[in-house]
Nanobody, 123 residues
Framework: QVEYVESGGGLVQAGGSLRLSCTKA?????????MAWFRQAPGKEREFVAA????????YYSNSAKGRFTISKESATNTVFLQMDNLKPEDTAVYYC???????????????WGQGTQVTVSS
């Protein structure tokens, strides 16, 4: 059973924007949770993009995401967003949301994952 459902991926030209959404399928996201976005390109390891402490809203970004991507939340709908601006071809990947308990950059520290949404950036 999928616990988190992502949407919003697609094909966009370089320099364009996309907004990804990740909604908890049932129940609420607890304030002690950390919600994160990871991505995985073909032949590469899953890579940390951004994270947020759900209760206090503190945010964390990878160096590649800093300044271009913004993680945010809508508590009422248990949804976490990833606004991606100035997209580059190297951002092409499957993007996953995940739930953990600390804003770690290792995918091993997250115990619940969505099914992923494809983002393709053309040059």
């Amino acid at each position: 059973q999928v616990e988190y459902v992502e949407s919003g991926g697609g094909l966009v030209q370089a320099g364009g924007s996309l907004r990804l959404s990740c909604t908890k399928a049932s129940g609420r996201i607890f304030s002690s949770s950390v919600m994160a976005w990871f991505r995985q390109a073909p032949g590469k390891e899953r890579e940390f993009v951004a994270a947020m402490r759900w209760g206090v809203g503190n945010t964390y970004y990878s160096n590649s995401a800093k300044g271009r991507f913004t993680i945010s939340k809508e508590s009422a709908t248990n949804t976490v967003f990833l606004q991606m601006d100035n997209l580059k071809p190297e951002d092409t990947a499957v993007y996953y949301c995940a739930k953990g308990t600390s804003p770690d950059q290792s995918a091993r520290e997250y115990n619940s994952w969505g099914q992923g949404t494809q983002v393709t950036v053309s040059s």
